[in-house]
Structures are given as C-alpha cells and as structure tokens.
C-alpha cells in the first residue's frame, strides 16, 4: 500500500501502568484472582459537563441502562475505588516518575497541574469519571524518519477490569481501578505502519527505562489514531500485540475506504480491535465536555527545582551499547538491559567476573532453578547475587558450584552456611585427587575421567583446571 | 485582557496554550481550560496572552417544564440545600448548590414517570448552617403542602451533615401526622454520573406515595444501588462521614424497604395514611444544648448554660458522668429550675439509673434517664418541648413519653449494627 497517497495520518496513544501503589488510595497495584469479599451493584447516570453540554459518548452508555456489578476485594481496594470515600493527595512517586518520563520526552511541564474528572460511565470507574491530570507537552522523540512531537502525557488512574457480562449487566474486578497510568499522545504525523511500530517501540523503550514501570500482559496498552483523505479521525483501542500494527492499519484503511466509497461518514468513533485484526465500533468519539475539575483536590504546582535535580535513569539503548562493548552478544546485551536486574549487573561487572557467566546467572539459571523447584513467588533478592559473586571474585567458591549454592539458598539455607560446602580445593591437593582418579581408571577415554573427577569434587574445584590436569596426565 | 471567559492563546516557555480562561484562586495564575477539556495553570509572570474572542461558559438551566399527568400522584418536594442539589461551580471549582432546584428534576428523567413533582425552595444552605429557625421554616412549608387535598405526600431534601437533627425536629413540629414525609439527601454530589442522590431521591418519591405516615429519613440501604431504607425521623442517625448507606437506625429496624421500581416492603409497625389535617407545632427553644460527657471533662463547662432551659447529657455507658466532680454542679442546675436529660454516648441500648450507684445518686438528684432515645433526637426533643410549654412538670412529662416513636418499647434484638 502507498501511504503517500492516500493522505494517511497516524498518532498513537500509549498506556502504560506504573508499579507504584495507587494514585488517589494507598492500595497495592496488585491484581488478583481470589474469590471476591464483596460484590457492589450500581448505575450510572449522564450528566452535563462544565460547558452544560452532556457528553454525546456519555449519552451513548446511559442508553444502555446496564446493572454493574464491581468485585471487591478488601487486599486491594479501600472505599476511594467503591466510590464511597474522597480521594487522598496525589501518589507523590507517581508524579515524580512522570516528571521523568516528561524530561525523556523532551516535554514542557505545566505550571499548575489541575486534576480533572473525565466522564466514562461505561461503569469502568465507581464514581462515573477518571482522575486525571495533564502533566507535559510539546515534546519529541527522534525515529528513523525524523522528530515525532508528543503532544501530551497525561497521568491518570486506570479503569475497573471487566470480567464479563450479559445482556443486562457488566460485572468489573476493582484491582486495577486506581493503578496509575501514563498516557503519552503523539501528533499524528507518523507516515506508515513501520513508523508506527518504531515509535511505539521506543516510547516503550524510555517508559521502560525508568525502572517504575509494570511489566507483563496488560501492563502497556496502545490506541492507534488513524484517518485517511475525506475522513475523519477513527480511534482503534486494544492494540496488545505491536507486531500486529500492519495487519490492523491495512484492515482499517480498507474498512474506511470502502466507507467512503460508499458514501459514508467515516470518523469520530472509537473501534475496538479484535484478534483478527478487525474492528467492531464501540462508541462516539468522546468530547471535550466530558472534562472537568476533580473538586476534592487541590491545584498542584509544580516544583521545577525539584525536577530538574531528577537524575535521569540511563535510557535502555544506551545501556544495551555499554554492554556490548563489555563483549556480550547482541541477544545477551538486550536481555540483561531490558532486565530490572541490571543494577545488580552494572555492580557485579566491577569484579571483573566475566559479564557472559553473570548474565547466565542472572537470567537463565535463576529462571532454571525456579521452573525445577516450582518456585512462582519469590525470586533471588539482589543482595545474594552480589555476595555470590563476591565470594567468586575472592576465589572462596568456583563458579560452578553457583548453581547448586542457588539451589540450596532457595530451600533457605543462608549463604555462610552452604559456601562452607564449596570450598576450593588448593591446586596441590586438586593434582593428588585428579592422579589418583586416573591411576585408578587407566582405562577411561579422558572425556568420562573428567566427568569422573567433577562428580567426586562435586562442584568444589573448576572444570577447566580439572581437565587440563587430566589432559596432561594422560598424554 | 485575562478576562474570564475570554479564548486565548498563552505563551509561556516555548509552548503555546489555546482555551478559555477560568476563574482562579490565585491572582498569580490563570486557569485555562484547554481545548482537549484540561485544565491547566500558567503563571502570569511570564506569561503572553493573545485574545482571541469571547467563548460562553457555564452551565444552561435548560430543563423542560413541568408539565401534569392526572393519572400520576402529585408529590411536593421542598428543596432545602446540601449535596443533593449542589452542582459544581466551574468557574471555581467548588461545590455550591443549585440555584434552581428544578434542574435536580432534569437529571432523573425517570421521576416524571412516577408523580407530578411541584417544588419549592425555602433556603439553599448547606445542613451545618442548620438551627431551630430554619427547621420551623421546613415544618411550615411541609404542613402547607400537606394540607392541600390533592398532594400525596411531601418529599425533603436536605444535606446529610444535619438531615437527622431536621427530621427529628419535622417528626415533633407535625402533630396529627397523616401524610408520608421523605427526607432525602445524597453523599454523592450530582455532577458525577455515580451520583447516588437519584436514587434516594426516586425512592422518597415512592415513599411521600405510600400508605405510611412518618416522617422517614430515605436513603440507601447498602453501598449498592439497590433499594433504600426509610427509618423512623426520630430512630436515625448518619454513622459514616462519607458512605451512600451511612443513615442506619438505631435500637430499631428500618421502617421499609424501598425499591427503585416502588416495590415497598414494611420491616416495622408503622403509623398509617388517614384523613385529617396536620397542626404544625413549629416553635424550637434555642436555649438548649446537648454535652458529650468525655473522662477528665471538667464540670466548669455547665456555668455555661447556667442561663439556658435545659441540657442533654451524652453520658458514658448507661448513663453516668463522674458524680465525684459532677454531681454537684449538676445539681445546682437543676436547682435553679433547669431540665438535665441523660443519654448514652454508647449509640445503641438503653440508660439505666439503677444498675450503678452513679446513675441511682444522678437520677435521685432529678437528672431524667432518656432509655433509648439518640441524643440528637433529646436534643431536638428538648428544644421543641420547651417550644411548646415552660412549665417544668409539663416538660419532664413530654420528654419522657413517646410521642413519635423516639422510644422502643421493646429493645429489638436484630436492632444492633443493623
């Protein structure tokens, strides 16, 4: 397809939960599956905004006249999610977050932030409105086909998770209601699919570096804005996949070409995209008369001293670089800066250990020994890696007893007590057992002596010396 | 230049602002509603404003009007403040109530299908700024729309700071009680669409059509949008700042449930709908005052009300302050000719003056043990007995018969945390 021609215009919209605890409650951001302790049964109602007009998306729903049905859980939810108690002052970490993710962007930061109440009464949110508050503008990131300006970035509370319904009621679990959101708008100026999926990938990328941000399905939504010559803008919401932006865009341009040729009045709603990369309409295009001010809070005024002593986090593809130049590969390097790990990493390089064996630790043997033993819930904290590695580094264990050292701190044993188990062999003593397992199985090809010898050292002397002893013996 | 209301366009550091300029609280800022519908502060320092027209702001009253279906009830509704007709101020973003109550009707379309609403507006005040004026001014409105054959039954809306003290007070001033009387109110302001106020409001409306002739407080049952409960005037009390179902009743159940499509079920003997007019009885004494009794309080605090009717003790437990500091001064009032009631701090149960020598020695000294009435009902009580007679035989003897169901005769068992 050639973009060019057909007027094609794209901006995209990306949410992406924060891992803080709520916004506008002390709740955990944490999900659950657990049976509910309560169940709210409400409505919702339409009401006019600041400019007395009722919002024509609002319209839409109360028509609906649906029962919603919130799952409550007393872990994650206070009476702010129920809608029966005023929200507390702003998540103080969330704003300091988005100050950076501002900065990243390149963005103005607004003076004086006003929260404001945005209506949904789909029944995603108790109360009938989203807080929400715009933070930045006027920013940029640099793609590979020039500047693409940020228009706004936005924090906000995500809505209610919709667990199912029926023909008369929508029943919502309000674990996610709270969770603070980032929501960055580009201008629509990005030229095709490929230029979509880049930016998205790269506004990714920053959120991701900041080190606060979820991870995992869900975590990070995107909306693509699409028009074409002779139409109007269409919203696509609920694009999971990013490898999926081509199929979709070319779906939905043909969908608004025939429109057109047909006659039709293309534009101003809002579709939701499927797993075949079709759309279904959803609702209007909401209107500025959905905004107005959460009246419980107060203006918040920005403290741009404070701001600007932020110490920007390393972007991801910066730290990528660094670790190639340490001598990991293309696949290593992205893996452990994409890792939150990579704190742990950067202090570990300093030992002068061989970065590919911290990786490996770090990544895949930790991950190993968890599958085996059945382990969801709990992962190595960072202090162990870094006095693992310190033990190493002084030669008081060899690296390939890690795993069976990990193994064992798992079950609960503490570091001192396991290390006791490993110490190295001195290399006189290693020169004596080596002979003597060689004298003892002269007919061994050299291959299982070295096996031989490994299993009876158990993991207290290196693979390496072993065999190089052994090669030297039995020349 | 930086007018309200005016559409501009702001420069401040490299980035350009268009929208509208709103009232703001801080002379240093201007507050700009942008066109995508956010609200943002720039400061003026600094600050270039280009003017680029004047924009209309503010909301339109625009609701149909009244118009009569003989077939439906007619039902008064008199509006008097508070959440449930407070709409958010824009302009300045706080809350203030509605200036034509009327617009309430426009928001719950679905109350034109139930009665014909007429509706008056006594006051517009939020309920703290409630006293004994404004109550008779509420009872006489009540009692003239209740005395008009055609009107069905009167519905009050109220804020919920007070709403228990008013419907207290409506219970006393309305003698010969033959119509329903709601008192509504919302915890939930009417801007949002969770707005809980329509359905208390739709529910009074099918309780002012009911068989029953109380006045009730109706409000949610629970934190859903389910039914409401109408409890005695004189049985409840708001026990949370902030819950849709915060009005429970006390030592009693509620009288009904009310669904949103009119289903009515009794939970409790109630008073019937008869013929006969209702005597309005709506002068409130303001000399007197009710004292939560807290371990330590010094007794200095009644040469306050040396000049006053009479006080309500919101005692400990069954009854009881400390007789070693109070029991004197308490006695020196009553002396002089003032009425001391005694209630419980406790909410739920009954005083007792015999069970402790503490209560037996107050009680011997002339204090009035009040057995399970809520102290802002005695307070109310006793500001409306007063009201009705200064002679002190006469007012012991109204303050400790049960004249609007403010006494149980039997404490309910399901009564408690109900």
């Known amino acids: 397809m050639n973009y060019g021609t057909i007027g094609f215009k794209a901006g995209i919209e990306i949410h992406q939960q924060l891992n803080t605890n709520k916004l506008f409650s002390r709740c955990e951001s944490k999900l659950t599956k657990d049976v509910p302790d309560t169940l709210i049964k409400r409505k919702l109602r339409a009401t006019k905004g600041e400019s007395g007009k009722i919002d024509i998306a609002a319209v839409f729903e109360t028509e609906k006249n649906l029962d919603y049905i919130y799952e409550v859980h007393n872990s994650n939810t206070s009476l702010i999610e129920t809608d029966e108690e005023p929200p507390l002052e702003i998540n103080e970490e969330a704003l300091e977050i988005i100050y950076t993710v501002c900065r990243l962007l390149n963005c103005n930061i607004i003076p004086f932030i006003q929260i404001m109440r945005k209506t949904v009464i789909d029944g995603s949110n108790t109360s009938g409105f989203q807080r929400t ?182 972007l991801i593809l910066a730290r990528k670089e660094r670790y190639l130049k340490l001598g990991l590969n293309e696949e290593l390097s992205s893996m452990i800066a994409n890792s939150s790990r990579n704190d742990v990493f950067d202090k570990i390089t300093k030992t002068g250990i061989n970065p590919v064996l911290i990786t490996t630790i770090l990544l895949s043997t930790s991950k190993e020994i968890k599958r085996k033993l059945k382990i969801t819930s709990w992962s190595f904290p960072d202090k162990f890696y870094i006095d693992m590695f310190l033990l190493l580094a002084d030669s008081k264990i060899t690296k390939d007893s890690l795993p069976e050292i990990m193994e064992r701190f798992t079950k609960g044993e503490t570091l001192e007590e396991i290390t006791k188990d490993y110490k190295p062999i001195s290399d006189s003593e290693l020169q004596k057992i080596v002979s003597e397992i060689v004298k003892s199985n002269s007919k061994l090809p050299t291959g299982a002596l070295i096996g031989k010898a490994m299993t009876q050292l158990a993991g207290r002397a290196d693979g390496k010396k072993v065999a190089k002893i052994i090669v030297e013996l039995t020349k | 230049m930086s007018t309200v209301g005016n559409k501009v366009k702001i420069k401040y550091f490299g980035s350009e602002y268009e929208g509208i300029i709103l009232e703001s609280s801080d002379k240093n800022m201007h507050l700009l509603k942008l066109i995508n519908g956010y609200n943002v502060g720039l400061p003026k320092k600094g600050s270039k404003v280009e003017v680029l027209g004047k924009s209309r702001i503010g909301l339109k009253s625009d609701f149909a009007p009244l118009s009569k279906n003989k077939l439906l009830p007619n039902v008064a509704l008199i509006s008097t403040g508070g959440t449930i007709v407070s709409r958010v101020d824009y302009k300045t973003g706080a809350v203030h109530p509605m200036t034509k109550p009327r617009e309430l009707l426009g928001k719950i379309p679905e109350l034109k299908k139930i009665a014909n609403i007429s509706v008056s507006a006594p006051m517009s005040i939020f309920s703290e ?251 109310v009580k006793l500001s409306w007995v007063f009201g009705q007679t200064n002679n002190l035989e006469k007012v012991r003897h109204l303050m400790v018969s049960n004249l609007r169901g403010e006494y149980s005769e039997k404490s309910h068992p399901n009564a408690f945390l109900y």
């Open chain 1, 133 to 314: 508050c715009l933070v930045g503008t006027d920013g940029y990131i640099d793609t590979s086909k020039g500047k693409v300006l940020i228009e706004s970035v936005i924090l906000e509370e995500d809505s209610a998770r919709r667990v199912s319904e029926d023909k008369n009621a929508v029943t919502y679990r309000l674990d996610r209601l709270g969770i603070p959101l980032i929501e960055i708008t580009t201008v629509p100026t990005l030229h095709d699919p490929d230029h979509i999926k880049e930016t998205a990938e790269k506004i990714g990328m920053i959120l991701r570096s900041t080190g606060k941000v979820k991870r995992g399905i869900g975590t990070i939504r995107q909306d693509v804005n699409i028009s074409i010559s002779g139409g109007g803008r269409v919203e696509l919401k609920g694009v999971q996949e990013i490898s999926a932006i081509h199929k979709i865009v070319d779906t939905e341009i043909e969908r608004q070409q025939d429109e057109l040729a047909m006659n039709r009045k293309v534009g101003g709603e809002v579709r939701n995209v499927k797993a075949d990369a079709t759309s279904t309409f959803l609702r209007p295009m909401p209107t500025s008369s959905r905004m107005y001010p959460e009246t419980d809070l107060p203006i918040i005024q920005t403290n741009f001293k404070k701001i600007n002593s932020i110490k920007l986090p390393e």
């Open chain 2, 129 to 379: 700024e409630m006293n004994q004026e404004h109550w008779s001014k509420i009872a006489g409105f009540v009692a003239r729309e209740l005395n008009k054959d055609d009107v069905r039954g009167v519905v009050v809306t109220h804020g919920t700071d007070t709403l228990h003290y008013t419907a207290a007070a409506l219970s006393f001033a309305l003698e010969g009680l033959s119509k329903p009387v709601a008192i509504v109110g919302g915890q939930r302001s009417s801007d949002r669409g969770s707005f809980d106020g329509g359905m208390n409001l739709i529910c009074g409306v099918h309780y002012a059509n009911s068989d029953i002739a109380e006045v009730a407080t109706v409000l949610h049952g629970t934190s859903s949008d389910d039914y409401c409960i109408a409890n005695r005037g004189t049985k409840v009390k708001k026990l949370h700042t902030s819950k849709r179902d915060a009005f429970r009743p006390i030592n009693t159940v509620p009288l009904a449930k009310i669904y949103l499509n009119g289903k009515l079920e009794k939970h409790s003997k109630c008073k019937l709908r008869h013929s006969g007019k209702i005597k309005v009885k709506s002068k409130f004494e303001n000399k007197v005052a009710l004292i939560k009794y807290y371990p330590g309080m010094s007794p200095d605090i009644l040469k306050c009300y040396e000049d006053y009717k009479g006080i309500i003790i919101e005692g400990t437990g069954l009854g009881h302050v400390a007789t070693t500091t109070w029991l004197e001064p308490i006695t020196n009032l009553i002396k002089k000719g003032i009425f001391v009631g005694m209630t419980s701090q406790a909410n739920y149960g009954r005083v007792d003056p015999y069970v402790y020598s503490t209560g037996r020695s107050l009680s011997n000294h002339g204090v009035v043990y009040l057995e399970d009435m809520l102290s802002e009902t005695a307070y």
